[in-house]
């Protein structure tokens, strides 16, 4: 078996300390391929990275229509979001608005991912809920497909619960392929999370971004929701992520979502093109400088959009004290590679 290439690389005092190694493809609707390196038919788990493909659960049951889900409400549904309070408030309105509360999820209670806010929950003596969960939005519109099929909301985590199956419906609609039994898994929020190749999630992501193959009821929310995204950013994740920072600077051109074990989805929709790229070793940051240089390399950027990309492309490594003492980086050349 081929090694994959490495597409980043940790240097200190002037040495390549550590090496990234990963795969990537790029691809249009039709299953064309514009680019990849490494093995992509490999199956992976794409973790958080395909909430947005999740949450399509929600227009194939009805539930977006049902409670008039808002778009503020549709991005926290795809959002692995820091806890800050902007999102706190948020996720209470959405369960407030299918008629449920915080003690309805099953996600499971974690502290703020944002510094910020950790800090703020510390000082106040307070302590986490499952609210703060970067999951909690996904629940909560998990949570409106069961409230939306008029089934009992304990136990919606479960892969037999009808939420999950109308889950994995959604997700082999949009992936044109079927998920199979024998890989799937647990994610950290408790939801089956089922692995697939870099390949089928790539031609997902741009199915989503272009409708092609799609029911025109999906299609129609797939595009509500990229906008949702688009529009709210800062819902997706939070205060400097890579995910709200660049979908933000790209101005509803882009939809890019991270996922754990290093990695990354998304789409360069007026391209029409879905991407995926899988880190080997599960480094998080090494991912996103990858998806940088993925970005900078196809998503034809103007110059402010690539300044900002070069920034987490090649990254600085800083000690306890702040000091720079060396760079985590992409390796540009290997995101030329063709098919």
């Known amino acids: 078996m081929t090694a994959n290439p490495v597409l980043a690389e940790a240097v200190r005092g002037g040495y390549v300390e550590n090496r990234h190694r990963g795969s990537?493809?790029?691809?249009?609707?039709d299953g064309r391929i514009i680019a990849s390196a490494g093995d992509v038919q490999r199956p992976v788990f794409p973790r958080s990275a395909v909430k947005s493909i999740q949450a399509m659960a929600m227009a194939e049951t009805g539930a977006i229509g049902r409670f008039a889900l808002d778009d503020e409400k549709l991005a926290l549904a795809c959002a692995s979001h820091h806890g800050e309070d902007v999102h706190v408030a948020g996720v209470t309105r959405f369960l407030e608005t299918i008629g449920l509360d915080a003690t309805a999820l099953e996600c499971g209670a974690h502290a703020p991912t944002d510094p910020a806010a950790r800090e703020a929950m510390r000082a106040a003596g307070g302590s986490p809920t499952a609210l703060h969960?970067?999951?909690?939005?996904?629940?909560?519109?998990m949570l409106s497909v069961a409230r939306t099929l008029g089934v009992d909301t304990h136990g919606y985590v479960e892969r037999d619960h009808p939420v999950q199956k109308a889950v994995r419906s959604a997700m082999e609609h949009v992936l044109g392929a079927p998920l199979s039994e024998d890989r799937c898994g647990i994610d950290g929020c408790s939801i089956p999370t089922w692995a697939v190749p870099l390949e089928s999630l790539a031609l997902g992501f741009a199915r989503m971004a272009t409708g092609r193959d799609l029911p025109e009821s999906l299609a129609d929310a797939a595009r509500r929701v990229f906008d949702a995204a688009a529009r709210h950013p800062r819902l997706v994740a939070g205060t400097g992520h890579l995910?709200?920072?660049?979908?933000?600077?790209?101005?509803?051109?882009?939809?890019?979502?991270?996922?754990?074990?290093?990695?990354q989805c998304g789409a360069i929709r007026d391209l029409g093109w879905g991407?995926?790229?899988k880190c080997d070793d599960g480094h998080m940051e090494a991912s996103r400088s990858m998806v940088a240089q993925l970005l900078l390399s196809f998503a034809r950027p103007d110059d402010e959009q690539a300044t900002l990309l070069r920034a987490f492309a090649d990254?600085?490594?800083?000690?306890v004290r702040g000091l720079e003492v060396g760079r985590l980086r992409a390796v540009a050349e290997a995101f030329a590679a063709s098919p």
Not at 24 to 29: E, T
Not at 315 to 319: D, G, M, S, T
């Open 24 to 29: 990537f493809i790029v691809m249009d609707a």
């Open 133 to 141: 969960n970067n999951c909690s939005g996904k629940h909560a519109g």
């Open 243 to 263: 995910d709200t920072v660049v979908m933000g600077a790209f101005r509803g051109r882009l939809m890019q979502k991270g996922g754990a074990e290093g990695v």
């Open 275 to 277: 991407y995926a790229i």
């Open 315 to 319: 990254q600085p490594l800083r000690n």
